[in-house]
């Protein structure tokens, strides 16, 4: 190895530290970053200090998996300006039901409605309602809240297109849309009946609100527009048809999808696009380039066959499941996808397990997942608050729980 390739892979290696060191700590010291920053400056980084050329840098992004994003961010934000969140769990809140039935009505609507429009998006949506729903029934609003989360969560995990982690493992690993929910299903629905039972026994008997004096916070409700939500509807139901029917690539589907729905004369195209999340975006195009430059490094090639010497196998189901729990908590789940990801094997469940586990290991902790981080803000705005002791009470029994169901089904299908 030359100087200049050394200097080049010690340049690289360093700033994939640096940048996964970011993605577990949430932000550098002393800067004002969060992850999407740390991402951009480390792929900034490489490029300036000449491991990867601008051309390499652009080439390393995945384009695909950028656009399905983007399309469905655009979907979301059509059913989120008609009120289409806020109608259907404004229907669901005001059920006049046992707190029971209420915790499972909302763990059944969360999990069903983030299969289909990402947990995120869902979570953002539905936290306000419940919140207000919670307090005008005097009840206490955090086991609801941990449901919501959850059951976001794991009705994510049921299909490829309910979560970041998911959309991306499908792209690369191109998987099959309909053999996988065919795969994800059971686990989903058992995960999902799981979180209802675990959180209906721990608060058992205790659902009354003690926190009378909680802040009243501004949490403003997009107003229901019968049009807008069937227009964008119509639009989801036929992309859905397509994605399980049609031998398209599912970007090119999701982005006509997308189309139609920006042509609007009610709605500016800057109040869609405003709604996208841009941040997670350019997050995923960082890590992109900075997982790239390592791969090009050769580095983590070295380092898996001195695993394997060392009995461990990284493509092995056990490992792979072992070690996506534990990056999935450690840096968040796109971050430890897009780090597991080359080590994926061939298998046909190979990808499915690394999607199944990367989503339900999300609950395990507040920083596993950017859902939890939505609900335990918003409840915090509110005056609710959500330690993470009180989370991991929760989310960790769910989660061990929710692997468990998935490793045994993984065993059924082997």
């Not at 969360?110 to 949506?125: K, R, Y």
């Not at 580095?299 to 010497?309: D, I, Q, S, T």
Request: aromatic letters at 6%; charged letters at 10%.
């Amino acid at each position: 190895m030359n100087t200049s390739l050394a200097l080049r892979t010690e340049l690289t290696v360093a700033v994939f530290a640096v940048v996964y060191a970011g993605m577990f700590l949430g932000r550098l010291p002393r800067l004002r970053l969060d992850r999407t920053g740390v991402a951009l400056l480390g792929a900034i980084a490489l490029i300036a200090g000449g491991a990867l050329t601008l051309d390499q840098a652009a080439r390393a992004i995945d384009v695909s998996t950028i656009a399905l994003l983007f399309a469905f961010m655009v979907v979301s934000a059509q059913l989120r300006l008609g009120g289409f969140y806020t109608r259907v769990a404004t229907a669901v809140t005001g059920l006049r039901v046992s707190p029971v039935q209420l915790l499972g009505a909302v763990v059944a609507v969360s999990g069903a409605l983030s299969a289909v429009f990402t947990n995120d998006i869902v979570c953002l949506a539905v936290a306000p309602v419940l919140i207000q729903a919670c307090r005008r029934r005097d009840l206490d609003a955090v086991p609801f809240l941990l449901a919501l989360a959850c059951a976001a969560n794991i009705g994510s995990a049921a299909t490829l297109i309910g979560n970041p982690q998911n959309i991306l493992i499908g792209q690369v690993l191109h998987l099959d849309f309909a053999a996988y929910l065919g795969f994800a299903a059971i686990p989903s629905l058992l995960g999902l009946a799981l979180t209802w039972g675990v959180i209906a026994i721990q608060y058992r008997g205790r659902w009354e609100s003690a926190d009378a004096g909680a802040v009243e916070a501004d949490l403003t409700l997009p107003a229901w527009d019968r049009w807008q939500a069937a227009k964008g509807l119509a639009v989801t139901v036929a992309l859905l048809v397509a994605l399980l029917g049609s031998t398209a690539p599912r970007d090119t589907l999701a982005l006509a999808a997308a189309g139609l729905l920006l042509c609007s004369r009610r709605l500016h195209s800057r109040q869609m696009l405003g709604l996208v999340d841009w941040q997670t975006l350019v997050l995923f195009c960082g890590l992109f380039v900075v997982n790239h430059g390592l791969q090009a490094s050769g580095v983590p090639e070295r380092l898996v066959a001195h695993l394997v010497v060392l009995g461990i196998d990284p493509a092995a189901p056990a490992w792979l499941g072992a070690m996506t729990v534990v990056l999935s908590n450690a840096v968040s789940n796109v971050p430890a996808v897009m780090l597991l990801l080359p080590m994926v094997g061939e298998g046909p469940t190979a990808g499915p397990l690394l999607a199944l586990c990367s989503t339900l290991a999300g609950n395990l902790l507040i920083v596993g997942s950017i859902a939890n981080i939505i609900v335990v803000d918003t409840a915090a705005r509110a005056g609710i608050a959500i330690a993470w002791r009180r989370h991991v009470r929760t989310g960790g029994v769910v989660t061990l729980l929710s692997l468990a169901v998935t490793a045994a089904w993984l065993s059924l299908w082997r």
